[in-house]
């Protein structure tokens, strides 16, 4: 089933968006109880980077040497930042597993990216000037108290509840997603994809990479590929409702913008709330709630709808 | 802020919620009338509260305030009387009833009114996708736009959209009646098998065996009855859809008939 939600301040204010996305994702915990992410738009310093990545799954059995070649894998990430000329201001470690590192850097992000995960079990999951995604097993209290989401603030956010159907449960397999290669781009996604299989042999065919089986992150990188050609994100997204077949409610989002769009049938749920100040979306109104607790107006996007934000 | 009502939501083994809970007995009863504060109530707290003044006290007039957009809310009321929510109701709002008259002031998400069997049913706002799946008997009105797959498998009764409607509205229809004062989505009345949809706005494209149909006099009577009873003003003109019967091997005869006349 899976549940998606956004949220975006349209003057650019910042706002306690980890908080409220947390509050968000927990009110449609039953929508999926797997796992849960975010994609979260802080303030850009500037010239700074932010990669999250993880060295290992949540689930990850812990031999006699899980805690040793954490250590080496995350020595190792630190020392390839280096020899590719990446000046580190800061390494976080979230989990014992899960990093956060702000970096200063002028080169290609795809071969820095290719670089790290070239490390066993390494995954970067996401590289950005403001984004930054964090997502594990457990629901939205369980990952936002777990990463300390609550004193996160920006202009907007996306964020997902997972309940597995097509892929395992773990990070890989859980959302947002990141538009590799491209800084600042992330998806989530409600349905199933069933051209999936043709898509990624042909995206993996023009140099993409897929670090899950889950058709979801298809999109992302499919979103990528398009803005790689010189489409805006809302020609990308118009393009994938002709492109990607399935049924499908997808969020989009970048530095300065929030997208959905829905498939031919409008198969997947979706209720938009829209004012002058803020736009939140969600699968169900009740998420919505959490933020505005009062009557409010909202509607469903009908078939083939596109609709993009600008903060 | 926690979940509205989430914290109080418990669990049996075999995975019902809240196996244990009783009415909150919060409703403030005026004569026949009574009014109840739902803000703090979980979903199946409401709903008891609901049946147990209906049924228990035999109120007529029950008036539920802060619904919260929480799910399944006023399912299952199988005698006459009228309900008022003073707010939106999540999915699967007023579902399996058969008498009541119930006005929503907010806004409806998927699935309203499915399986309805008889009364009345106002949505002031908006309503989601799948709005009166399966309904058997009487009237829903939704003053604003629904999603898709309006009427799916409808049955019988009257659904009446004011704004617009999205695709695939009155897939399988088999019986009853869709007025829809705004544009309709592609596929319209896609496979249907019988019942009527009206349509005031533009018709993105009909679905498989959906024909337009003969303006008939019932036709003028039937929607000029409606929007008398639901104050809509003047009727606009409407265009008539029906089932061309092309699709399915229609006959006459029920099967036990048929066994007769053979």
Not at chain 2, 124 to 129: K, L, Y
Not at chain 2, 156 to 184: E, K, Y
Request: glycine share 12%; aromatic share 8%.
């Amino acid at each position: 089933m899976c549940g998606i939600a956004g949220i975006i301040y349209r003057d650019g204010s910042t706002h306690p968006i980890g908080d409220e996305m947390t509050r968000m994702l927990q009110s449609m915990k039953h929508r999926g109880p797997d796992s849960t992410g975010y994609a979260l738009y802080g303030a850009a310093a500037d010239g700074t980077l932010v990669m999250r990545y993880k060295l290992a799954d949540a689930n990850t059995p812990r031999d006699f040497e899980y805690e040793e070649r954490l250590r080496r894998h995350r020595v190792e990430v630190e020392n390839r930042l280096a020899r590719m000329g990446a000046e580190i201001d800061e390494v976080e470690e979230e989990t014992p597993y899960a990093f956060r590192v702000s970096f200063r850097y002028d080169g290609d992000l795809k071969r820095l990216a290719d670089i790290v995960e070239d490390i066993p079990e390494a995954e970067v999951l996401s590289i950005g000037r403001s984004l930054e995604i964090v997502k594990d097993l457990g629901d939205a209290e369980t990952v936002g108290g777990q990463y300390g989401l609550d004193s996160f603030n920006g202009t907007h956010a996306i964020g997902h509840v997972r309940m597995a159907t097509e892929s395992e449960v773990d990070i890989a397999g859980a959302h947002p997603y990141w538009a590799y290669p491209f800084s600042d781009v992330a998806v989530v996604h409600n349905g199933q994809l069933t051209n999936y299989f043709g898509w990624r042999r042909r995206l993996e065919r023009s140099g993409h990479r897929f670090m899950s089986e889950c058709d979801s992150e298809i999109i992302a990188v499919y979103l990528a590929e398009r803005m790689s050609g010189g489409d805006s994100l809302e020609q990308a997204m118009h393009a994938s409702l002709d492109e990607l077949d399935g049924v499908f409610t997808y969020i989009a989002v970048t530095d300065d913008a929030l997208g959905v769009a829905k498939d031919e049938l409008a198969a997947k749920p979706l209720v938009l709330y829209e004012s002058d100040d803020l736009v939140a979306i969600a699968s169900e109104e009740i998420a919505i709630r959490q933020l505005l607790d009062r009557e409010i107006e909202t509607y469903d996007p009908y078939e083939r709808e596109v609709l993009v934000w600008q903060r | 802020m926690a979940a509205v009502g989430e914290k109080t939501i418990s669990y049996d083994a075999r995975g019902l919620s809240e196996p244990f809970a009783e009415a909150p007995r919060v409703a403030e009863v005026d004569g026949d009338a009574a009014t109840f504060d739902a803000k703090n109530l979980s979903t199946r707290q409401i709903n008891l509260e609901l049946r147990r003044l209906v049924y228990e006290e035999g109120l007529t007039e029950v008036t539920v305030e802060n619904p919260g957009a929480k799910h399944s809310l006023g399912v299952g009321i199988l005698t006459r009387c009228k309900i008022h929510f003073k707010g939106s109701l999540g999915y699967f709002g007023c579902g399996i009833i058969d008498g009541p008259e119930i006005t929503i002031d907010g806004r409806v998400g998927w699935s309203a009114c499915e399986n309805m069997m008889s009364g009345v049913v106002v949505v002031e706002s908006n309503a989601g996708s799948l709005t009166g799946a399966a309904l058997r008997g009487g009237d829903l009105v939704v003053k604003g736009r629904v999603g898709a797959r309006t009427g799916i498998d409808q049955k019988g009764g009257t659904i009446i959209v004011c704004g617009s409607v999205g695709s695939m509205t009155g897939f399988m229809m088999q019986r009853g009646r869709q007025i829809i004062l705004g544009d309709a989505g592609p596929g319209l009345g896609d496979s249907m098998y019988d019942g009527t949809i009206y349509v005031g706005g533009s018709v993105k494209s009909l679905g498989i065996d959906c024909v337009p149909g003969e303006w008939t006099d019932s036709d003028t009577e039937l929607i000029e009855r409606k929007f008398r009873i639901y104050g809509l003003g003047e009727p606009p003109e409407l265009q008539k859809f029906v089932c061309g019967k092309v699709l399915y091997n229609y006959d006459s005869l029920e099967p036990s008939e048929k066994k007769l006349v053979i």
